[in-house]
């Protein structure tokens, strides 16, 4: 063997074992992408242990969305990483199944009977947001036309909302009238609503599921309470719910609650497949309650790669494996299996609440009973207390826990509040763990009183 070869042979073998190769000898390129190929098993381990530094997703206890799947999630993600959701003529049957889900979804959240669901998959909660809030836009200025009247001000009433409607109020033109919180509510007071819609109102945003408290605002009342503005004004105000996480958790938790389509006055209905529908990250879905609520003039046909198809989405190149998991989901829990994943989280949330509540410096503002399986609560004293819950955040976050510290909305924003939530495979065993955890950091505080009570908030809230 000539002395050249015996020397490649060499490097290539060093190159096998990830720690000796050349590229583990480097700091990893920020700037400028690399002159050559290296071996990919290099790569991912080098990036895998990278990624090591990120929060481990078991105990991100601030998020809402899917941290754990089962294996036939993870083997049909694998098996449909080339399946684009947009080419509906290439991948009919990727296309049908979207549309048994929507069907599955409209009749989960009692549409009337008799018709096909009307709405569509999307990359989340976010986007349907965008659709549904266009959908009342061209409504509302389709309606003030044919009455002669000027469609230039359209304005959106809501409570506390999640950050992509104040996107949406944005980048469609709309004003977002966000009714500031009254003492002691956690959300939007149907009697507040007076106040603020008009006959430039395009719609009702109702929340259930808030976003930073975890409870339900009450849809029903705040249906009736615009039925009686109607009366009153003459307003036909639409409601739509934004249901990210509630979608999935009412209709099997709580069914006496009436919040979806039995209500007339819902127009649409959001959801996040990949929050409690339990769908990997990348998957939301809506749903209007009847075809003639989604303005035709909305819809493309795209004339595409062979086929004619409507289609309704801000995206158009989009992966289809969230949604085959999410119809795989459906098949394989069922409603049976949603309501007993959905009651395990709930039942751990109340136990938390309950070892909260006990502990001593805590006031719970939500128990995790009638809304989503979390429990949200403040410090019952906080100028007595000798910490604040952001010092309490930081000391948990030593043994790993993530759970946010936030205020609330406006005007109750001097009060700063921790939420946890429990999700599917979250485990009672995990929960007793972070509560002694919880109770340490609590008396390792208390016994080294902090210096300066920060009230004011030191990170975003987004989640
Ligand atoms: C999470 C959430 C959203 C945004 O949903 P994504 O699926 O993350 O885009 C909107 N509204 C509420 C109430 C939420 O909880």
Known sequence: MALHETKDARARDADTDVFTSALSGQILPKYRMPEDHSPSEVVYSLLHNELLLDGNAAQNLATFCTTWSDDGVHRLMNECLDKNMIDKDEYPQTAEIEARCVNILADLWNAPKGTSGTGCSTTGSSEAAMLGGLALKWRWRARRRAEGKPADRPNLVCGPVQICWEKFARYFDVELRQVPLEPGATGLVPHQLAAHVDEN???????????????????????????????????????????????????????????????????????????????????????????????????????????????????????????????????????????????????????????????????????????????????????????????????????????????????????????????????????????????????????????????????????
């Not at 921790?418 to 763990?433: E, S």
């Open 201 to 463: 109102t395009i719609g009702v945003v109702a929340i259930l599921g808030v976003t930073y408290t975890c409870d339900y605002e009450p849809v029903a009342e705040i249906a009736a309470e615009l039925d009686r503005i109607q009366e009153e004004h003459g307003w036909d105000i639409p409601v739509h719910v934004d249901a990210a996480s509630g979608g999935f958790v009412a209709p099997f938790l709580h069914p006496d609650v009436v919040w979806d389509f039995r209500l007339p006055r819902v127009a649409s209905v959001n959801t996040s497949g990949h929050k409690y529908g339990l769908a990997p990250l990348g998957v939301g879905w809506i749903v209007w309650r009847t075809a003639e609520l989604l303005p035709a003039d909305l819809v493309f046909d795209v004339d595409y790669l062979g086929g004619d198809m409507p289609t309704f989405a801000l995206n158009f190149s989009r992966p289809g494996g969230e949604v085959i998991a999410q119809y795989y989901l459906f098949l394989r829990l069922g409603r049976g299996g949603y309501r007993r994943v959905q009651q395990a989280c709930a039942d751990t949330a109340q136990y938390l609440a309950g070892e909260i509540a006990g502990m001593g410096p805590f006031t719970l503002l939500y128990d995790g009973q009638g809304g989503l399986p979390a429990v949200s609560y403040t410090l019952a004293d906080p100028a007595g207390a000798g910490f604040t819950l952001y010092d309490l955040s930081d000391r948990l976050r030593m043994r790993g826990w993530q759970v946010p510290t936030y205020p609330l909305p406006a005007d109750r924003q001097d009060t700063v509040m921790q939420r946890v939530l429990i999700r599917h495979g979250v485990t009672r065993d995990q929960i007793a763990l972070l509560v002694s955890d919880l109770r340490a950091a609590v008396e390792h505080l208390a016994a080294h009183p902090q210096p300066v009570p920060a009230t004011e908030p030191r990170s975003g809230f987004h989640h």
